[in-house]
């Protein structure tokens, strides 16, 4: 049973027959793999493993999902898009299926010159992330068609969420804080960070979490510098920090949390003193949250802030991200960024240090829905944590 009703996967190809139509194109090919999830997902709720593959909007008649013979049964049973054709650039390398019905591009030209007439303009979405080899035979295949890449445009269609996409991110964080809570009961003096990252993952998946947005981040001592450590076979010792981090995902949607917590319990003067300016610069960026606020001007009050406490050096990642299909995807307000923050977006306030020798790395991280009147804590119990007074 796959994740993406239908009725959504439907209203979603409607808008990018509608980018085709702008754009005066015949057909549009998405890429994505197991790290670009998110464009292929956002039309058909799923993605194989091993392969990679395309998704094939016409402007009008079936969509096609493009992959390789291992993944076309899983795709029949839960993507949203059923019509599958094999080729070899998204298989397994090496890999033989003799009985699999294998194409290249030129065949799927002339497929779709007869669904479509003559195929004039193709879009690509995802060209940037693809493997050179595919990017070369599309090229091949299409020879005589306009290439043109509708990357920014087709992306831009994930930044508003409906209102199903919002029911899954707020069940996503509703996961997230039951994480939180087993993560922050297992970390004491001695346990390793991996068991750290287990206890959060199995609360996940016990309550449904389809996957997560990214491996479970546990870094402790020095290893909190790493900005995005991976959980490691490292204990954790009395006196240190830890950062941790999950993102389980429900129907594909990622809800997160992000501290970084006294591993003896208490955090010493020194330790407190850091986290009390991270949760400042946390509340700086919640109130810029406003529809219609741009970017740079979001990032700007709590960046003046880490430059007045001297901290402008350990700064590595600016501090408010759109959450969606990726934990962190597109648009990202940073100190240059133009974009308008508009109601049915979902972000995270994400306020981060690394590279201190004090505290070496620290964050902590929740997330909001964006309304006409304002942002809507997606974890109210994380947006209540981050916004006591810490005395």
């Not at 009703?5 to 439907?10: A, D, F, T």
């Not at 008649?61 to 493009?66: D, H, M, P, T």
């Not at 795709?75 to 003799?98: C, G, H, K, Q, W």
């Not at 133009?338 to 690394?354: A, H, I, N, W, Y």
Request: with cysteine.
């Amino acid at each position: 049973m796959g994740y993406l009703p239908k009725e959504e996967s439907m209203r979603r190809i409607a808008k990018v027959r509608s980018l085709l139509e702008k754009s005066n194109l015949d057909v549009v090919f998405v890429y994505y793999d197991e790290i670009n999830i998110g464009n292929g997902w956002y039309l058909t709720g799923w993605c194989p493993q091993f392969e990679s593959g395309m998704v094939v909007v016409p402007r009008q008649g079936n969509c096609l999902l493009l992959g390789g013979p291992e993944s076309e049964p899983f795709a029949r049973l839960d993507s949203a898009i059923t019509e599958t054709r094999n080729f070899p650039v998204f298989m397994v390398p090496d890999e033989e299926y003799p009985n699999a019905i294998i194409i290249d591009f030129p065949a799927l030209f002339a497929e779709l010159n007869r669904m479509l007439g003559k195929v004039k303009g193709v879009g690509l979405v995802g060209g940037g992330r693809m493997p050179a080899d595919c990017h070369r035979q599309i090229a091949k295949g299409f020879a005589g068609t306009k290439l043109v890449d509708l990357t920014d445009e087709y992306v831009r269609l994930r930044y508003d969420k409906s209102p199903w996409e919002i029911e899954q991110i707020r069940s996503a964080f509703a996961i997230a804080d039951k994480c939180y809570q087993a993560m922050k009961t297992s970390v004491r003096p001695g346990i390793s960070e991996i068991k750290v990252a287990a206890e959060g993952e199995y609360a996940a998946r016990r309550r449904g979490a389809s996957g997560f947005g990214f491996s479970a981040i546990v870094g402790s001592g020095r290893r909190s510098n790493a900005v995005v450590p991976t959980a490691g076979s490292k204990t954790l010792v009395a006196g240190e920090t830890v950062m941790i981090g999950l993102a389980p995902k429900v129907q594909g949607y990622a809800g997160v949390i992000g501290d970084t917590l006294p591993v003896s319990g208490a955090y010493t003067p020194r330790q407190k003193h850091f986290i009390k300016i991270l949760a400042e610069a946390f509340k700086l960026t919640r109130a810029q949250l406003k529809p219609g606020r741009i970017g740079k001007d979001i990032d700007a009050p709590a960046r003046a802030f880490f430059k007045q406490q001297n901290l402008s050096a350990y700064l590595v990642c600016p501090f408010v991200h759109t959450i969606g299909l990726h934990e962190a995807e597109a648009p990202f307000f940073g100190p240059h960024s133009r974009d308008v923050l508009k109601p049915g977006m979902t972000v995270c306030v994400d306020v981060s240090l690394f590279g201190h020798p004090e505290i070496n790395g620290a964050r902590i991280e929740t997330g909001y829905e964006i309304t006409a009147k304002g942002p809507v804590p997606l974890s109210p119990a994380m947006d209540r944590h981050f916004m006591k007074d810490l005395g």
